[in-house]
């Protein structure tokens, strides 16, 4: 069955520095994986999602980036951080779709604070 | 964007009632998902549900779909204090990108 190991679980972080938030994922292959933030009392906002090695696209203009150096790994990063990146990310894969339909499994997300 | 629109925003129940949940959705979808949410934590899948599916049950869970009202219902029966939580509708279409709404938040008291 399929896994996603993400972490670490929290982090605070000082405005100005980098920040690299990895997502692993375990019993399946070339998924589609994405990375979620929801800011406190919000919904979920869809930052990037990638279908494939290298293949990145991105949902909305901002202080963050995303890469897929391998078929499960996942990687958000930003080279300086900005008070408004504090929320809880959330990594996702979805399976190939089957006569199913398709499926997404979460990872227990990593809530960051940006002080 | 499909994003999907659950109301009500947040519901406050007696152990033992049922929740009723509805999401509300824009365009053509190929399922649909309902996913918990514990406070600060990830989300658990808890139902799909396909386009061609019109309900489904899974212990005391049970989903609605009405593609021509672009609408879902969740509805939990019995509810338990342990079912206190977040709970999402994602929609996912022909690019198979869930889109998830603001969520409802479901305090249920003992």
């Known amino acids: 069955s399929q896994t996603i190991h993400q972490w670490p679980a929290t982090l605070v972080q000082p405005v100005g520095s980098p920040l690299s938030l990895e997502c692993t994922v375990e019993g399946t292959s070339n998924p589609n994986l994405y990375w979620y933030r929801q800011a406190a009392g919000r919904g979920l906002q869809l930052l990037f999602y990638s279908v494939g090695i290298g293949q990145i696209s991105s949902e909305v203009p901002q202080n963050l980036s995303a890469s897929r150096p391998q078929d499960r790994q996942f990687i958000l990063s930003s080279k300086k951080l900005l008070l408004s990146d504090s929320g809880f990310y959330l990594c996702?894969?979805?399976?190939?779709?089957?006569?199913?339909?398709?499926?997404?499994?979460f990872g227990q997300g990593t809530r960051l604070t940006v002080v | 964007s499909q994003q999907g629109e659950e109301d009500p925003q947040a519901l406050s129940i007696q152990e033992g009632e049922n929740a009723t949940m509805n999401c509300s959705y824009k365009t053509s979808i190929n399922n649909l998902q309902w996913y918990r949410q514990n406070s600060g934590r990830g989300l658990v899948h808890l139902i799909l549900?396909?386009?061609?599916?019109r309900e489904k049950h899974s212990g005391r869970l049970r989903v609605t779909l009405d593609t021509s009202k672009k609408s879902s219902s969740l509805l939990i029966t019995a509810s338990r204090a342990a079912d206190t939580a977040s709970y999402f509708c994602a929609e996912s279409g022909g690019s198979y990108i869930p889109t998830f709404g603001r969520g409802t938040s479901l305090i249920v008291h003992p």
């Open positions: 996702a894969l979805e399976t190939p779709p089957t006569g199913e339909g398709t499926e997404a499994f």
């Open positions: 549900i396909r386009s061609n599916e």
